[in-house]
């Protein structure tokens, strides 16, 4: 079954992509939301930012996706580190989040791995 | 019965897809016949997260995933009501409002779209998935937000407490 091979986008915010962090991996699947920078048609790719933390979006392959400056997207993709540590995420999936609130955003995230972590305790007691 | 039987449980993916199947009663039936959440029977869920697969198989069915940032659990809506045996019982303009209705789901299930997906849970060859009754596309950037809150007092309140200490 094709379907059942691709991986959930694990959530992230910007802050959490430091090259010591354990999501900071080749190949990772994320899902990652941020404030549209800079976009390039020729190129299609999409810088976000976070708090003054950037990430490099390659949009090649999404279709039927406005990019507006200004915006804030969500992106499903797998990371791809360079050679000089610099990330980029090759996006299979984007969408407009505009009117998200970004502080309660982080806060459920944080409320999300606490319960799934606990669950996995549970079950593995 | 067990109160949470048959209301549509709020999980997310990781939850949904830990869930334990025991088959039905026959040892040669493959099909599965019900799952269980921590002991407790569920037959019917609510989901909500982006698609990011889809796969229309001729006008018979369309095979979407939701990925909801902790799994991504296969959704199969059924798109052959005019010609499945099934229905053929049913009263014909009843049979064909339902044949629109999933039509119209199917349309809306587009790559990137945040949906809100309802259904019975169901096993085909071995893996959980969702077969769809209801989808709403969620316009609100916080739908998604607010659902995980939801999954998250639900499992603590109402899910993981056992039905005689509910009052």
Known sequence: MACSEIKPGILVSLQDLRPSSPFFKQGVSLRVTGKLQEYSVETAIAII??????????????????L????????????????????????????????IDLS???????LLRKFQADHLNNQNA | MDSIQNTYVKLLAFDFLSLSVKSSSSSFSSDPTCFYRKGRPVSRIETVGVVVSRELKGNKFLKFLIDDGTGCIP?????NHLDSPYFSRRNPS???LLAEIATK????VQLGVL?????????????????????????DSNAEILHWLDCIKLASKCYDVRPRQIC
Do not use: M, P
């Not at chain 1, 930012?49 to 979006?57: A, F, G, V």
């Not at chain 2, 959704?75 to 798109?79: D, G, N, V």
């Not at chain 2, 096993?123 to 709403?136: E, H, K, P, W």
């Open chain 1, 49 to 66: 930012t976070d708090e003054n933390i950037r990430l490099k979006i390659d949009t090649q392959h999404l279709r039927n996706l406005n």
């Open chain 1, 104 to 110: 309660l955003y982080s806060q459920s995230l944080q």
């Open chain 2, 115 to 139: 949906a809100r997906v309802r259904g019975r849970i169901t096993a085909y060859r071995g893996n959980l998935q969702i077969t769809v009754s209801d989808v709403l596309i969620e316009r």
């Open chain 2, 105 to 108: 789901h199917a349309s809306d």
């Open chain 2, 75 to 79: 959704c199969i809506l059924w798109l």
């Open chain 2, 94 to 96: 009843d049979v064909r």
């Open chain 1, 68 to 99: 507006r400056l200004g915006s804030i997207y969500q992106f499903i993709g797998e990371l791809c580190i360079e050679n000089n540590n610099e990330a980029t995420l090759q996006a299979r999936v984007g969408r407009d989040v505009d009117g």
